[in-house]
């Protein structure tokens, strides 16, 4: 299996990815495919495909932020299951992470995701694939480390037309035996990180609003 990185929507790999996104992603949840060239250029953007025998059989994208030094996971997608491409995936993401860390002076702290909550929203069907069932997901990202953070999740529509979507938990896998994340560094990641989207619905902007009055945010189990 090999991790092969995507710069540009030129390369062949990406059209197999983004199908794949439309397969197994919410139609809200997947950004249109001409919309992909400005990201999959940005050097701080980081796409990755795994690939067996020329095929797309599951993807990544991450960030790291230097000035935060937390990363976040965009996205995992599994495309085919019994062939190790969960783990294959966030073990090559890590030694990567870790790799910039260092580069930037510092250890990693830590790694923002959204993931999905099966208990509130159970009716995606994922392109079948068992692998990305949510309360699959969810287990395995809970043994891997990641820990909710104690607050009720909405994020704006990828659609960019100002619509919540609900459904997620904002997590956070720490580095370290952490319990709690001070409010004012998910404020600001949650800033950078939906700057993109000028639409934001009154549903995100309350729940920053209601993060900045807070000191620290507890990380609880999922």
């Known amino acids: 299996m090999e991790y092969r990185r995507i710069t540009s929507i030129e390369d062949p790999l990406f059209k197999q990815m983004h199908q794949l996104m439309q397969t197994v992603f919410p139609k809200e949840e997947v950004l249109e495919f ?9 050097p ?3 796409v990755f495909v795994a690939v067996v025998n020329n095929e797309v ?3 990544t994208e991450y960030r790291y932020y230097e000035d935060f030094n937390v990363a976040m996971t965009d996205f995992t ?4 299951d019994g062939v190790g491409v969960g783990p294959f995936l966030a073990e090559k993401r890590l030694v990567d992470l870790h790799s910039l860390a260092k580069d930037n002076g510092q250890q990693l702290s830590g790694m923002f995701a959204e993931i999905y909550n099966p208990y509130l929203v159970d009716h995606y069907d994922f ?3 068992k692998s990305m069932n949510p309360y699959v997901r969810r287990e395995v990202l809970a043994h891997l480390g990641y820990r909710k953070l104690e607050f009720n999740y909405v994020h704006p529509s990828w659609n960019n037309d100002g619509e919540a979507v609900s459904g997620l938990d904002l997590c956070f896998l720490p580095m370290n035996n952490a319990t709690e994340l001070p409010a004012n560094l998910i404020v600001q990641f949650l800033k950078r990180y939906y700057s993109v989207l000028e639409n934001k ?3 995100w902007l309350e729940m920053v609003h209601g993060l900045e009055q807070r000191d620290t945010v ?5």
Do not use: Y
Request: cysteine-free; hydrophobic content about 40%; charged content about 25%.
């Open 34 to 42: 001409s919309l992909w060239k400005e990201p999959l250029e940005d």
């Open 44 to 46: 701080t953007i980081r």
């Open 57 to 59: 059989v599951g993807a």
């Open 77 to 80: 997608i599994i495309g085919k």
């Open 127 to 129: 392109g079948g694939v």
């Open 201 to 203: 619905p009154t549903e």
């Open 218 to 222: 507890s990380l609880l189990s999922i």
